[in-house]
């Protein structure tokens, strides 16, 4: 988080967001497995953000300091994504079922 701090206020304030409301609906989840609108909830929230994620390394965010510049791919960012669209997958999936 304090990297994409100094890169940019928006890029970590963005992370100090989301980072903890991914933390909060995990416990949630964890808690009331029953919830389906939370359920759907979190996985759709998780899949915005590997779309973002995929924007920002494609085509590059619309705003920033290196607007519409792709950023390169780094391990911990494309294991963070993989497992968000893992989540998202896995609770359709169980949805589903």
């Known amino acids: 988080m304090v990297t994409h ?3 940019y206020w928006l ?3 963005f992370f100090a967001i989301v980072t903890p409301l991914q933390v909060l609906w995990a416990g949630l989840a964890f808690q009331n497995p029953a919830n389906t609108r939370l359920l759907k909830i979190g996985a759709i929230f998780n899949l915005a ?7 920002s390394r494609t085509i590059g965010l619309p705003f920033g ?10 391990v911990k960012d494309l294991v ?3 497992d968000e ?4 997958v896995l609770v359709f999936a169980a949805l589903t079922r």
């Open 65 to 74: 300091p290196e607007a519409l510049e792709a950023e390169g791919i780094g």
């Open 49 to 55: 953000i590997v779309g973002i994620w995929i924007v």
């Open 80 to 82: 963070a994504s993989w």
């Open 11 to 13: 890029f970590g304030l």
């Open 85 to 88: 669209v893992l989540i998202g």
């Open 5 to 7: 701090f100094r890169e």
